[in-house]
């Protein structure tokens, strides 16, 4: 018996999960109702909805860093509907779609099942959270579904492909499904047939068409400031401490443990596919692909990692609808039993986090100060003001909700995306920020906000704002500034960063 999948889905099981499944639809609808959009949310809308038509929005998102399918799902979607509301309506539809196959589908046990839909990344990552990778989840619990039926046909490659251009880490994931299918065949007996060859052949070049279109659309990155210093510095031992890293990269933040106990946790749980030679496989193989990835390309962050669990989830899922051979081994179940119990001690994990957007929104905590500022401008009359901020991403938030326009003080350029690059003002101080101000002011003659992470106190500092930029404060400076602007309001708490003191020139 596994502590992950049930031997048999009961009638009473099917009532507890719609019960659990229309509790989750409420919950997340009213978390959705409360949300307010951070800049990468907004950015993807920004980026989706860029151009007059598919070919030059296809052409602007190029070198963002992600692959197409989520911009081509919110541009038809605000085709359909040409309102702002299609970005939370079109991620909340991926998040319970992918619910309802855990719910109404899935062969695991009803606890588990309770834990992924009241997980941090079900409720709120992959769903509230207006961002590509609720699809990949919504695809990896598909192709588990579907896997028996779809395994010895090229619908298999298909969704692969598919998977492959949801996100850079989904596309390492993908490619792992393709290596348990290999494996799968190799151990397969009576021995796999030359027409379940021919068509694996055929699913592998559906992937490698898929990887290829991700690979054309994210290189080369015009985002060369977000890129690792890592990248610089590859060599066998820099491979091997990659692999080995619990506090920098992968697994540095997922699951709200500590980082080794979290990665100690996750090498556990490979336990429970040792007589699964294909799952194994696949799952040491995406684990050491995603810590590369993030160690040398990209650092990790809670979005990316969860998508490890649900790819662990998925092979479960797989394995209980017959998929893979089984060894006959003399070791204990225990062993088994063991690795199952620290992927759902994972799980519950998840489900604990999920109370901190909970807490939120009931204490009245916004996720950004976006819809705030837009309000307060408006409050002020400063609807037409120039705004600018540092760090400059602070901005990409407000196209959702104003149209002022808007300066990267970086880059020294009027857009709506920042482009996270090496090649512009890496180092700022207050006095350019009041030199650009000036200037903006003459050109337009619209009043100035300025939006402020740090606190502008009278002390000496250089503070690392984002990536590679940093700010340097001097008390001559601060003094300047202030006498030339007005403290509008200080906006002090939010979720995430997106917090400031707004400014406005001329005082």
């Not at 860029?50 to 989520?70: C, F, I, Q, R, Y």
Request: hydrophobic share 50%; glycine share 6%; charged share 15%.
């Amino acid at each position: 018996m596994s502590p992950i999948v049930a031997d048999k889905v009961t009638v009473q099981d099917k009532r507890l999960r719609f019960i659990f499944f229309v509790a989750w639809t409420g919950l997340v609808l009213w978390l959705v109702s409360g949300h307010v959009f951070w800049r990468d949310e907004v950015r993807a809308f920004s980026l989706a909805l860029a151009g007059s038509n598919l070919a030059e929005m296809l052409k602007a998102v190029h070198g963002e860093g992600h692959p197409a399918l989520w911009y081509l799902l919110l541009r038809g979607g605000h085709e359909l509907v040409p309102v702002r509301e299609v970005l939370p309506a079109v991620a909340a539809m991926v998040g319970i779609a992918t619910a309802a196959i855990v719910a109404f589908r899935s062969p695991f046990r009803i606890g588990v099942v309770i834990l992924i839909l009241f997980s941090y990344f079900s409720a709120f990552e992959y769903s509230v959270i207006a961002r590509n990778y609720g699809i990949a989840a919504l695809l990896m619990f598909g192709l588990a579904g579907l896997y028996q039926q779809v395994k010895d046909s090229l619908w298999f490659g298909l969704i692969i492909a598919l998977l492959a251009n949801t996100n850079v880490p989904a596309a390492i994931l993908a490619a792992s499904f393709m290596l348990f299918r290999f494996v799968e065949l190799i151990a397969q007996r009576p021995k796999a047939g030359r027409r379940q060859w021919l068509t694996f052949a055929g699913n592998c070049l559906l992937a490698l068409i898929g990887a290829y279109l991700c690979f054309r659309t994210i290189y080369p990155t015009f985002n060369d400031g977000a890129v690792s210093p890592n990248l610089q510095s590859i060599g066998p031992v820099s491979i091997v401490i990659a692999i080995f890293d619990s506090g920098t990269a992968f697994f540095r933040s997922a699951g709200g443990l500590p980082p080794t106990l979290q990665l100690a946790l996750v090498l556990v749980s490979w336990l429970s596919f040792s007589r699964q030679p294909a799952a194994l496989a696949a799952a040491v193989a995406a684990f050491v692909g995603l810590k590369l990835f993030f160690y040398f390309i990209y650092a990790a962050s809670y979005r990316h990692e969860a998508l490890y669990f649900i790819f662990l989830l998925g092979l479960h899922w797989m394995i209980a609808a017959g998929a893979g051979r089984e060894l006959r081994s003399q070791r204990p179940n225990w062993i088994h039993a063991v690795g199952a119990w620290a992927l759902i001690e994972i799980l519950a994990v998840q489900s604990y986090l999920l109370l901190i957007p909970i807490s939120a929104q009931i204490a009245g905590l916004p996720f950004s100060r976006a819809s705030d500022l837009a309000e307060l401008l408006d409050q002020h009359g400063l609807s037409n003001a120039v705004v600018m901020a540092d760090p400059d991403p602070l901005l990409e938030s407000l196209v959702y909700y104003t149209d002022n326009p808007l300066w990267f003080l970086r880059e020294r350029k009027f857009g709506k995306v920042v482009r996270l690059t090496n090649r512009g003002r890496t180092d700022l101080t207050l006095d350019d920020v009041l030199n650009d101000a000036a200037m903006l002011h003459r050109r337009t003659g619209r009043p100035v906000v300025f939006l402020s992470l740090l606190k502008l106190d009278l002390v000496n500092k250089t503070r690392n704002m984002m990536y590679a930029n940093t700010t340097t404060l001097t008390p001559d400076s601060v003094r300047r500034f202030k006498a030339s602007t007005k403290l509008l309001a200080d906006l002090p708490t939010a979720y995430t960063d997106e917090k400031y003191e707004v400014y406005v020139y001329p005082r």
